[in-house]
């Protein structure tokens, strides 16, 4: 039976998770800010994947796998680290000069850009954790075991990618009056490095991260 106050506290809940800054909202951010809307809506279109994928997992138990077993874990967390480091060494050490201008690097095609916005979603196993330790706690109590349970897991789950993406067209929009500003050469450079280095910054906690 659907308990209105136990899916009222995980709205607020989820909704406070959902704003608080990560490695998602720094992607859609600078995906934004650097080679525009189209390049973000498709790195948020693979992140917002990716939550459904861990979401289908840990509806079918391996989100538990990830929590108990230290070697899944662990693989899980060194791949996703690396790849965070190195996605965020090449905007640290190899930032872009400039966009839109003769001799500037175009802006990543759409299947770059979902691509590396999925990758970064799956290859972070504290997401698969995050799921199976949080969204129990708002399975109402008369939802039964078994194939019930799963379903509306599954429900928060997609409560969860609607609101981000929600959160993701707002931080779109924001920037889009700011594009010829974010754009200087000057400032896409410092953007890269500081958003390379938060993404090194986000891959060397996951690497440090325990199950």
Request: glycine share 10%; with cysteine.
């Amino acid at each position: 039976m659907f308990d209105p106050a136990l899916f009222a506290a995980f709205l607020v809940a989820i909704t406070i998770l959902t704003i608080t800054p990560g490695v998602d909202t720094a992607m859609v951010l600078r995906s934004a800010a650097a080679e525009g809307a189209h390049s973000a809506v498709f790195a948020g279109a693979g992140i917002l994947l990716g939550c459904l994928i861990w979401g289908a997992a840990v509806s079918l138990g391996f989100g538990a796998l990830l929590r108990v077993s230290e070697l899944a874990y662990t693989a899980v967390k060194w791949a996703g680290a690396a790849y965070l480091v190195w996605l965020g060494a090449q905007m640290l050490f190899k930032p872009r000069q400039s966009l839109g201008e003769p001799g500037a690097a175009p802006p990543p095609s759409a299947a770059v850009a979902f691509r590396r916005g999925l990758l970064t979603n799956l290859l972070n196993p504290k997401i698969g954790v995050f799921y199976v330790t949080f969204l129990p706690q708002f399975v109402p109590p008369s939802v039964s075991e078994g194939a019930n349970v799963a379903g509306f897991t599954f429900f928060l789950v997609g409560v969860h990618v609607a609101l981000t993406i929600v959160w993701f067209a707002g931080l779109i929009l924001a920037t889009a009056p700011l594009g010829r500003f974010l754009r200087r050469p000057a400032v896409v450079r410092t953007m890269d490095r500081a958003v390379g280095a938060i993404f090194i910054g986000f891959g060397l906690k996951l690497a440090a991260s325990r199950v």
